[in-house]
């Protein structure tokens, strides 16, 4: 059997479109404690013993996240960068004028935490790897590297059913996914192929697919999924399509004679002249 074959992993970012607004930001702390955005009354944040690092009692913190064209959602941190309250809603206008980035505390509470927890996923300690996803989606809930991750972890910790809630947020999230997604789309293919999830491992694929349809990796996955799942002539359609976009796939050619080598043939007349017309030996 072939491995499974990944794609390009470039520096992507948090999961957000270049110019869309999301991500920590303050405004100067009112005199008034119980003061929110204009028109908006938010409770004052709790702060106990022990603020967390970066806190400046001189600033409120919020997590602004960008939710139409002339609007931005507003939800209050409190003293260790957790929202409590409810969200409240502004202009741009508004924002831009009265809110202001804070970019070393997005990093240390956003993007750090999802570094950590991919370091950790790689290191097979998934337990510590979904603590700090859990911690960027308090913060972030629709944050897709930290959702991506925590899903990897579910499925590693053999938490299925939770890693199939984490799939179906995914599939039904409101983003705007890039090409420079589609690894993380393959890789959660990939693991849900392994605990034999097949129907939701295709789903994946596809999405990849959609995001990068020229990429004959992603093809070679889909083909090696249906083939486990016991459907030959889906898995040599996928198979065809790898073929199509790459003839020299190596990985493809040792999985077409392994087809062979077992036995296996496409029923579809036009699946095997194709094959066919690859030659008896694809080497």
């Known amino acids: 059997m072939p491995k499974d074959m990944g794609t390009s992993s470039p520096v992507i970012d948090d999961g957000d479109e270049p110019h869309k607004i999301k991500g920590i930001f303050s405004s100067p702390a009112p005199v008034d404690p119980t003061a929110g955005p204009p028109g908006q009354r938010v409770p004052e944040a709790p702060g106990p013993a022990g603020d967390a690092d970066g806190f400046d009692p001189g600033k409120i913190y919020w997590f602004a996240s960008e939710c139409g064209p002339d609007m931005v959602s507003l939800k209050r941190l409190d003293t260790h960068f957790f929202p409590v309250g409810q969200q409240a809603l502004v202009n741009r206008e508004t924002f831009f004028a009265d809110y202001f980035l804070e970019p070393d505390l997005g990093y240390r509470y956003v993007t750090q935490r999802i570094v950590r927890g991919d370091w950790y996923r790689k290191q097979d300690l998934n337990v510590e790897a979904k603590i700090e996803y859990q911690m960027v989606l308090r913060i972030d809930e629709e944050n897709i590297r930290a959702n991506f991750g925590l899903g990897l972890a579910y499925l590693a910790l053999n938490q299925l059913d939770k890693g199939r809630y984490v799939f179906s947020r995914l599939v039904d999230m409101d983003e705007s996914f890039e090409e420079a997604h589609k690894h ?21 694929y596809g999405r990849a697919a959609e995001l990068s349809p020229k990429d004959e990796n992603i093809y070679l996955n889909m083909a090696r999924a249906m083939f486990e799942k016991g459907d030959m002539e889906a898995a040599f359609a996928h198979l065809k399509k790898t073929f199509e976009l790459n003839r020299d796939v190596e990985e493809a050619k040792a999985f077409l004679a392994f087809l062979r080598k077992k036995g296996f043939e496409a029923s579809d007349p036009t699946l095997r002249r194709f094959f066919f017309r690859l030659g008896t030996d694809p080497k």
């Open 184 to 204: 993380l789309f393959n890789e959660f293919g990939i693991a849900l192929r392994k605990k034999n999830l097949f129907d939701e491992a295709m789903r994946y």
